[in-house]
């Protein structure tokens, strides 16, 4: 394709794309002076699309911001040399659709229920809201701040009841029955009901995540104390831990309960032990049953076979505590946000002890990031969340700048959760 103009410099590219709309392959010789919008115009008209796609271009890994001139003269690239570039669907800031006001700090978020946007906060609460900003729950699950949340998968059919799993600042994890009524339900009646099912007693410390396989069979715990604890979702009979002794009068208090009203203690199956600080986040990936990954701030990121309880691989991070991690669908890359204010991507089939593929940089830090599920569309995407207040998407493709941001508040408040589910980024 020529330039419309014969005293325009030009440059020869050649386009490539994994997603569904890509272009024979041929040379195009681009104007210099074009950006990213006149780039999209023309693979839009090339494909004569009834409806516009906009685009976004990498070029060596780094989303194209400014024209072909100006990115050429950065990187030293002549004219006579053919460029490749890879053109991606454009991701919009998200439109904003509601707030859901809280009156303490909300430290985990969740939108893998379908309608519905599920939070846990400092006042040991466990909301849930749909879409139309109704509260439609709201649980006590612990006495104190409560660090993260995750709905555990279900097996049955009922769309209506769901177990939530919670870790708190009071030692302890919780695993709760939400039942949701239907929603033509007026809001002066009592729209659910929520049972606590179980708690789970192992750490010394505050319990900093929690979280649940894709079967729903398993959880696993991450504390303060440096410990991750492998647990069943099964309900037992009876208690597995003691309680703790009491005096005379708590004892009578004690009997008037029902034991059979009582959520059951549970133990472990086990204790996986390596990290020497806080471990931050622990999670299990998806394409292997018995593997588990942990962040800490040992400036560790661990990779566990939970069949043995043994840590089989330890990436080493100088002077990188880390905060939250994300495993991609693959389970083959992981990402880890950090306090030095970076994401960082770690390619886990590499044998080296410090195997950082890419950083992404931001102004304050990182506190949590998140990946959207398997066959999504955004298998090359992830968001980020800062203590500046600014949620950011990124393509894992390009390390230069976010793709989009937006604030997710007036004010200077921090983002401590983010969630990306079915095209919802909570």
Request: aromatic share 8%; with cysteine; hydrophobic share 35%.
């Amino acid at each position: 394709m020529a330039s419309s103009s014969s005293n325009m410099a030009s440059q020869p590219v050649v386009f490539t794309t994994q997603t569904q709309y890509p272009l024979p392959t041929q040379k195009y010789m681009i104007p210099t002076l074009w950006k990213r919008y006149q780039l999209s115009q023309l693979v839009n008209k090339a494909l004569s699309l009834d409806k516009p796609v906009p685009f976004d271009f990498l070029v060596r890994g780094e989303l194209l911001r400014n024209s072909l001139s100006e990115w050429c003269a950065e990187h030293g690239v002549g004219e006579e040399e053919t460029l490749e570039i890879e053109y991606i669907e454009s991701v919009m800031p998200p439109q904003k659709m509601s707030d859901f006001p809280h009156e303490e700090w909300v430290s985990s978020v969740s939108c893998q229920l379908q309608g519905y946007f599920l939070t846990a906060s400092y006042d040991g609460q466990v909301r849930a809201f749909d879409y139309s900003k109704n509260l439609v729950s709201s649980t006590a699950a612990h006495a104190a701040a409560i660090t993260s949340l995750c709905v555990v998968p279900s097996t049955t059919n009922e769309d209506s009841t769901h177990t939530i799993a919670t870790s708190s600042h009071d030692l302890t994890a919780q695993l709760t029955q939400i039942t949701f009524q239907n929603s033509n339900i007026s809001s002066t009646q009592t729209p659910s009901s929520s049972k606590i099912l179980a708690s789970l007693h192992l750490h010394t410390s505050p319990v900093s995540s929690i979280s649940s396989n894709s079967k729903g069979s398993h959880l696993l715990t991450s504390s303060w104390d440096g410990l991750i604890g492998l647990w069943d979702t099964s309900i037992p009979s009876t208690d597995e831990v003691p309680e703790p002794v009491l005096n005379e009068r708590d004892r009578k208090k004690r009997r008037r309960v029902e034991d059979a009203a009582r959520p059951r203690r549970k133990a472990p199956l086990l204790v996986l032990k390596s990290h020497i600080a806080r471990v931050s986040k622990v999670a299990f990936g998806d394409a292997e049953e018995n593997k588990a990954y942990s962040c800490g701030f040992d400036s560790t990121v661990r990779v566990w076979d939970t069949e043995y309880g043994v840590c089989q691989q330890t990436i080493n991070a100088s002077e990188k505590p880390f905060l939250d991690l994300a495993l991609t669908p693959s389970s083959q890359t992981l990402l880890a946000t950090s306090t030095d204010r970076t994401l960082t991507l770690y390619d886990l089939r590499s044998s080296s002890l410090s195997s950082s593929s890419a950083s992404f940089m931001h102004p304050a830090t990182p506190s949590c990031v998140a990946i959207p599920s398997v066959g999504t569309g955004q298998g090359n995407q992830v968001v980020t969340g800062a203590y500046d207040g600014i949620v950011r998407v990124w393509d894992l493709r390009s390390t230069k700048g976010a793709m989009a941001t937006f604030k997710a508040w007036d004010g200077a408040k921090k983002v401590l959760s983010v969630d990306w589910e079915r095209g919802v980024v909570g």
